[in-house]
């Protein structure tokens, strides 16, 4: 019914009829290489999962002890004698002439 009602151009769109641009051969072996694209994604987001939790276990807990290792021995160590000791030298600061 819509067919006879609508306008001419959007009729042939209806009534036509267009055969398949690409052979069934063609199509089987892209439905078969889904799977295989799909594993590569998933494999790739596996190592990226491991990459984290490596990171997490291993070089996080290493940061964290030289960091609380500077720390304490800036604060720690003039408790003990010791001069004021930075972890950071102190070239690193800027110096009166040097400030803006």
Same mark, same amino acid.
């Given at each position: 019914m819509c067919a006879l009602a609508c306008p001419p151009s959007l009729r042939v769109g209806l009534l036509m009829t267009d055969p398949p641009s690409e =052979?069934? *051969?063609e199509r089987v072996s892209n439905f078969l290489q889904v799977p295989l694209a799909i594993e590569k994604i !998933? &494999? $790739? &987001?596996s190592l990226v999962c491991l990459d984290s939790f490596l990171y !997490? $276990?291993?070089i996080l807990p290493i940061r964290s002890l030289l960091a609380f290792f500077a720390l304490g021995s800036t604060y720690l160590s003039p408790l003990f &004698? *010791? *001069? =004021?000791?930075r972890c950071v030298p102190p070239s690193f600061y800027l110096r009166r002439r040097q400030a803006c």
């Amino acid at each position: 019914m819509c067919a006879l009602a609508c306008p001419p151009s959007l009729r042939v769109g209806l009534l036509m009829t267009d055969p398949p641009s690409e =052979p069934a *051969g063609e199509r089987v072996s892209n439905f078969l290489q889904v799977p295989l694209a799909i594993e590569k994604i !998933i &494999g $790739f &987001g596996s190592l990226v999962c491991l990459d984290s939790f490596l990171y !997490i $276990f291993t070089i996080l807990p290493i940061r964290s002890l030289l960091a609380f290792f500077a720390l304490g021995s800036t604060y720690l160590s003039p408790l003990f &004698g *010791g *001069g =004021p000791r930075r972890c950071v030298p102190p070239s690193f600061y800027l110096r009166r002439r040097q400030a803006c």
